[in-house]
């Protein structure tokens, strides 16, 4: 993709103040793994590598999946959503996706008494 392709791109895509869009990740079964952010240089960088990267709020810095605890995610496709302001990516993921140790970070499921009950 040439800058200026990329750039097209992401001037179509609504980025909040901080210049990140949401991200739903999901397995290419259909399993929802995870929900992140992306800047354009993570946006980037997944699409020129084909893995999955990340943006961290919490640490201020681009994280690839993967990179510490081995569980990678290879990118199948990318999708944007009708009003251009969330991302979905579906992935072959390796290992499992959620720190916990779940393969997805939406194991819980919440009870009709507002309780959280695991699948």
């Known amino acids: 993709m040439t800058n200026i392709e990329f750039e097209n791109l992401t001037g179509k895509l609504c980025w909040n103040e ?46 690839r999946k993967g990179d510490t605890s081995g569980n990678k995610q290879e990118l ?3 999708h944007i959503d009708c009003d251009c ?19 997805s970070c939406f194991y819980r499921n919440i009870s009709e008494e507002g309780a959280f009950d695991h699948e």
Not at 50 to 56: E, L
Not at 85 to 103: E, P, Y
Request: glycine share 6%.
């Open 18 to 63: 901080q210049g990140l869009i949401p991200v739903i990740t999901q397995e290419i079964d259909g399993t929802v793994l995870m929900f992140a952010w992306m800047n354009a240089i993570s946006l980037r960088m997944t699409i020129e590598e084909r893995v999955a990267v990340y943006f961290s709020r919490s640490r201020q810095e681009i994280w």
């Open 76 to 78: 199948v496709s990318i």
């Open 85 to 103: 302001d969330v991302v979905l990516i579906k992935v072959k993921q390796t290992g499992v996706a959620c720190h916990t140790g779940m393969r």
